[in-house]
């Protein structure tokens, strides 16, 4: 059983940053597929980013290329998404999931384990 926190939301003016954090309590993290996602009131959730279990490699959304970097520690079991240039179009509840093996799919049913979530507002 993975159990995944997230933390690091809150309240930000356009153009400001946060850095989410999601702690993994699995020893296996490592073996991993990692990823964010977010889901806007009365939208669907939608894949933000997702990183390979070593971390070598990385997938974006469109809509947040160049400005969202996702990261992860395997010895401290965590992964990050550091958010630049923030908009208000990424208001939305952020949930980190894990999936085993080395493939980042973008579609949620495809990842087992998910944390609460954590609110991120962009106000204009």
């Known amino acids: 059983q993975v159990q995944l926190v997230e933390s690091g939301g809150g309240s930000v003016q356009t153009g400001g940053s946060l850095r989410l954090s999601c702690a993994a309590s699995e020893r296996t993290f490592s073996i991993n597929t990692m990823a964010w996602f977010r889901q806007a009131p009365g939208q669907e959730r939608e894949f933000v980013a997702g990183i390979s279990p070593s971390g070598g490699t990385t997938d974006y959304a469109d809509s947040v290329k160049g400005r969202f970097t996702v990261s992860r520690d395997n010895v401290k079991n965590t992964v990050s998404l550091q958010m630049n240039s923030l908009k208000p179009e990424d208001t939305a509840v952020y949930s980190c999931?894990?999936?085993?093996?080395?493939?980042?799919?973008?579609?949620?049913?495809?990842?087992?384990?998910w944390g609460q979530g954590t609110q991120v507002t962009v106000s204009s």
């Open positions: 999931a894990a999936k085993f093996g080395v493939r980042i799919e973008v579609r949620g049913n495809e990842y087992l384990y």
